[in-house]
């Protein structure tokens, strides 16, 4: 948009609050993911509740492969990497739960300098995904969806895996009154 545009100002700030609100969503998935994790012991990262499903393990190193692919050059070539091996994501290497996390941190930290290093004027830049055109904003909100999703599945197996030992990560059952009684009293001053 040409800058003497009485919109340019206006989309400016929508793009840099596209950005900003992008980014914080992203924090809050990790953040919960590195919650569930940090309840689990070595065995709980390779445990799976069937043999068909993934465990927590295969589920770290897919977002990690896939994070790092999507996000290293992410304005200046395809989100596929060619060396992206994503089937051997989905096996289990074995690695300890500190190779894990390693790789659990790499995988965020490219995503997170990428998006803190984008412009307003790239959310409507065109990027490549296994040669599908989208917009950033399309690329990321795609993005949030797929980790959204792998983040519930580490939620859901550490919750199976600790049982009754599982230290709740949201609101409890039973506390919505008195979580939402607090809220307001919070942001509003409202005792009632």
């Known amino acids: ?41 070595e065995e709980g990262l390779n445990w799976s509740p069937e043999p068909e499903s993934n465990s927590i393990a295969v589920i770290i190193n897919h977002l990690s492969g896939n994070m790092i692919s999507r996000w290293t050059d992410f304005l200046t070539s395809d989100g596929e990497k060619a060396d992206r091996n994503r089937d051997a994501e989905f096996e ?22 990428t998006l803190q290093s984008l412009k307003p004027e790239d959310v409507l830049a065109t990027v490549l995904i296994r040669g599908e055109a989208h917009t950033v904003l399309q690329a990321i909100h795609r993005q949030i969806s797929h980790y959204g999703y792998h983040i519930g599945q580490i939620v859901y197996i550490a919750k199976v895996f600790r049982s009754g030992q599982w230290q709740t990560l949201s609101i409890a059952k039973g506390k919505s009154s008195a979580f939402n009684d607090r809220m307001r009293e919070t942001f509003t001053g409202d005792k009632s």
């Open 1 to 41: 948009m040409n800058e003497k545009s009485p919109y340019y100002l206006y989309d400016n700030r929508l793009a840099e609050q596209v950005l900003a609100v992008s980014i914080r969503d992203f924090r809050s998935l990790k953040a919960l993911g590195d919650k569930a994790i940090a309840q689990l012991p």
């Open 92 to 113: 289990n290497d074995s690695a300890s739960s500190a190779e894990l996390l390693v790789r659990w941190e790499a995988g965020w930290k490219v995503l997170l300098e």
